[in-house]
């Protein structure tokens, strides 16, 4: 079965400082990773994803992330912070295109100071 | 182009009583799942649907019930309802190939008193 470690259950950065949000994984099989986010009182909303190919992913709002299969990581990155930013961020994996049992890191509380 | 839609958004229920939330999604997705949000845990599966008439249990399926009828509907019910299922509960729909992933709605908000 596989499984997500989110470290950091809470991170503060300026506006307009690097964004790093760190994502350990487990499976047992090639994983599909992905980064979600969610709003205030919101559903959660897809930033990027990986399934095969290039292990840099760029996703939405200046997000990518890159998988390295030696480090079982799929770490979050934005250059800059915006206040827009702030928000719940979510790891999660799933074991391949045959399986769509998510499973879910605890999630990062991202606050951005002016 | 909807989505994924659930209904209620909010609803407060007594300890015993039984609900159905409602889950329905427009894109012609296959697969379909419930999860539970609780703070510090991330969302958690209840159940999940790999199509019409094939359900199957979650990581946390006790004390809920799924059918799936047809593609568009993903239902699911509390039975008898405890203070422990008070949650955020977001039902998904999942593509396949070049558009592997899901889709979430918006939420509903279980308070059980």
């Known amino acids: 079965a596989q499984s997500v470690t989110q470290l950091g259950s809470h991170v503060s950065v300026s506006e307009g400082a690097l964004v790093l949000l760190r994502c350990n994984y487990s499976?047992?099989?090639?994983?599909?990773l992905f980064w979600y986010v969610q709003y205030p009182n919101q559903g959660l909303q897809l930033l990027l994803k990986?399934?095969?190919?290039?292990?840099l992913v760029k996703g939405i709002n200046g997000f990518e992330a890159e998988f390295k299969k030696s480090e079982t990581s799929f770490h979050l990155t934005k250059p800059s912070a915006h206040m827009s930013d702030a928000a719940e961020y979510f790891c999660?994996?799933?074991?391949?295109?045959?399986?769509?049992?998510?499973?879910f890191g605890a999630g990062t509380t991202v606050t951005v100071r002016a | 182009n909807a989505g994924v839609t659930q209904t209620p958004k909010f609803q407060v229920l007594k300890t015993g009583q039984s609900m159905t939330l409602q889950c329905a999604q427009d894109?012609?997705?296959?697969?379909m799942s419930w999860y539970r949000q609780d703070p510090g845990m991330g969302l958690r599966l209840i159940h999940y649907?790999?199509?019409?008439?094939?359900?199957d249990q979650g990581e946390v399926p006790n004390g809920y019930n799924v059918s799936r009828s047809t593609t568009e509907d993903f239902p699911l019910r509390l039975l008898s309802a405890a203070p422990s299922q008070t949650s955020v509960y977001f039902c998904?729909?999942?593509?396949?190939?070049?558009?592997?992933?899901?889709?979430f709605g918006s939420g509903t908000r279980l308070t059980v008193v």
């Open positions: 999660a994996v799933s074991e391949g295109s045959n399986d769509y049992k998510l499973s």
């Open positions: 499976s047992s099989v090639p994983p599909y």
């Open positions: 998904a729909s999942g593509g396949t190939g070049d558009n592997y992933g899901y889709t």
């Open positions: 649907s790999v199509g019409a008439g094939i359900t």
């Open positions: 990986y399934t095969t190919g290039a292990t």
């Open positions: 894109m012609n997705h296959e697969y």
